[in-house]
C-alpha cells in the first residue's frame, strides 16, 4: 500500500530536548514536505525537498532542520524544542515536484504527529 | 509568504444543505487545490483547478478557479453527514504551495 508514515503519532516533551519525528515514503517520490498544522492558519510549509541532498526552507523553517540523505526518508529535527513548537505535524511526498499540472499526481501526507512542548 | 484568506472559517449545518466556501489571495496562483481533512488523518485531495475560469466536479463536490487567479470557491450539494471535516484551499505557485486557514464543517443528521 501507498503511504506516507509518520513517527511517533504523538509526542510530549519538554523544552530544550531535542527530538526527531520520522517520516517515510515508499512511492519513490522526489518531493517530500514538512508542514505545521496550526487553528486558524492552515498548514504552513516548514521545510521541502526536491531530492536527495536538496533542502529549502519553507514559510516557517525556524528551528527546525531537516535532512534528506536518502529518498524514501525526510526526517524533520527540532535541535531545542520550545513550546511555541506545539503543533500538529504533517509530512508530505509527491513525484516530480508540486506542480500538480505535470503529472496529476496528488500531494500525499502522512496522518500527523502531534507534538507538545512543555 | 504568501496569504490566503478562508471563509468561513466553520460552518454548522443541516444535513441536506448545500455549503460554499471559499478563498481569496493578493497573490496569484497557477493551480487551486482543494483538500479534507478527516479527524486525526492528514489532508486528502478533493479537487485540483489548472486554469482560470475552470470548473471542476466531483461527484456533490464543484470547485471554480477564479478568473483573476486570485481565488477559487469550492461548493459541496446536498451534505450528508460524512461530509464533516475541515476543508483547505492551497494555491500553488512555483514549488510553494500555501495553504489557507480551513473551514471547520459539522452536519447536523
Known amino acids: 500500500e501507498a503511504q506516507v508514515t509518520q513517527n511517533p503519532r504523538y509526542l510530549i516533551t519538554v523544552t530544550g530536548k531535542k527530538l526527531t519525528v520520522t517520516c517515510s515514503q515508499n512511492?519513490?517520490?522526489?518531493?517530500m514536505s514538512w508542514y505545521r498544522q496550526d487553528p486558524g492558519l492552515g498548514l504552513r510549509q516548514i521545510y521541502y525537498?526536491?531530492?536527495?541532498?536538496?533542502?529549502d526552507k519553507g514559510d516557517v523553517p525556524e528551528g527546525y532542520k531537516v535532512s534528506r540523505k536518502e529518498k524514501r526518508n525526510f526526517p524533520l529535527i527540532l535541535e531545542s524544542p520550545s513550546p511555541n513548537q506545539t503543533s500538529l505535524y504533517f509530512c508530505a511526498s509527491r513525484s516530480r515536484g508540486p506542480g500538480h499540472q505535470t503529472n496529476n499526481s496528488p500531494l500525499h501526507f502522512g496522518n500527523g504527529t502531534r507534538l507538545t512542548v512543555t | 509568504g504568501q496569504q490566503l484568506n478562508q471563509s468561513p472559517q466553520s460552518m454548522f449545518i443541516q444535513e441536506g444543505e448545500d455549503v460554499s466556501m471559499n478563498c481569496t489571495s493578493s497573490s496569484i496562483f497557477n493551480t487551486w487545490l482543494w483538500y479534507k481533512q478527516d479527524p486525526g488523518e492528514g489532508p486528502v485531495l478533493l479537487i485540483a483547478?489548472?486554469?482560470?475560469?475552470e470548473l471542476t466536479s466531483n461527484g456533490r463536490l464543484t470547485a471554480q478557479f477564479g478568473i483573476t487567479r486570485k481565488d477559487s470557491f469550492l461548493n459541496i450539494s446536498a451534505s450528508i453527514p460524512s461530509d464533516v471535516g475541515i476543508y483547505f484551499c492551497a494555491g500553488l505557485a512555483g514549488n510553494m504551495l500555501t495553504f489557507g486557514g480551513g473551514t471547520r464543517l459539522m452536519v447536523k443528521p
Open positions: 483547478l489548472y486554469k482560470a475560469g
Open positions: 512511492m519513490n517520490h522526489e518531493y
Open positions: 525537498s526536491m531530492n536527495v541532498e536538496v533542502t
